[in-house]
């Protein structure tokens, strides 16, 4: 059943993709059913994931924040991806017997950037995030402007301008790891606030990262994974993914483990914000059939922000 929605639903998608973004897209969202996808485990938040080379560790911060400690074992280059503060990361360097060469930041907010200037101080490492918003990035070294692909040590890192949170916001994409971080623009089953884009901004943004890979691991920048479950229940309260979803992280918070990552097959099969030419989606929130999937993404962000 789930399997069946994916698929209609990825090819309607990508044909709407087309339409709206035709040059942002290198490929289009495909049909999972023919894919072998293996699983993803859940680790705890103590837990190594290692793919190519490239170990992640989850480091809580904060009350929900995750910053990731990233590790290409080839070169020995560490690095952090949005440090809330220094603190819980200077902990688990000293754990993994570590020192940091780069600090990476999504976008300019305060719990992503506020461990910069310390861990700068610390480590003498390099801040490095999007050229577009360079001006508000705390002690930014290097900025990476959209599509650019700048080398982690041995892992490549493109670089994806995704705004709509923030106007400057970008994710990064570790090809050769099939995993993405996200920052604030796309979590498990949600989306980011629109602080300073427009619907279609985000649209065209989550559509960027709904192209990649279905296999891609996403890491996103807060656990809000269980707020987001009961959201997306009261618009499509049938979908059956969703509903194992909602099932699986109730029980992982639990148990105290984090939902993340998620891998963005999962996402395009519950996530509403990667889903509005959902009928049901558009039932609920009585959006018109006939609407554009922006229309119908803005009312979803829109109840969203109400809920
Ligand atoms: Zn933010």
Known sequence: MAMAMVSHLSLSSAAALRRQCPHALRTVWHRSSSQHW???KRQSSSATITQAALQIDLVPCLVDNYAYLLHDTASGTTGIVDPSASGPVIKALKEKGLTLDYILNTHHHWDHTGG???LKKEYN???VGPRADQERIPGIDIAL????TWMFGEQPMRVLDTPGHTRG???FYFEKNKSVFTGDTLFSIGCGRLFEGSPEQM?????KLAALPDDTLVYCGHEYTMSNAKFALTVEPQNGALQSRAQQVKELRQ??????PTTMREEKEFNPFLRPFSAELRKSLKVA???SDIDAFAAVRAAKDRA
């Open 169 to 171: 916001h970008v994710s």
């Open 116 to 118: 910069n200037a310390d």
């Open 289 to 291: 059939t006939t609407a």
């Open 145 to 148: 402007r959209d599509g650019e």
């Open 203 to 207: 649209w065209i943004s989550l559509s």
């Open 255 to 260: 148990k105290g483990l984090p939902t993340i």
């Open 38 to 40: 293996g699983g993803v």
């Open 125 to 127: 490492a390099k801040v």
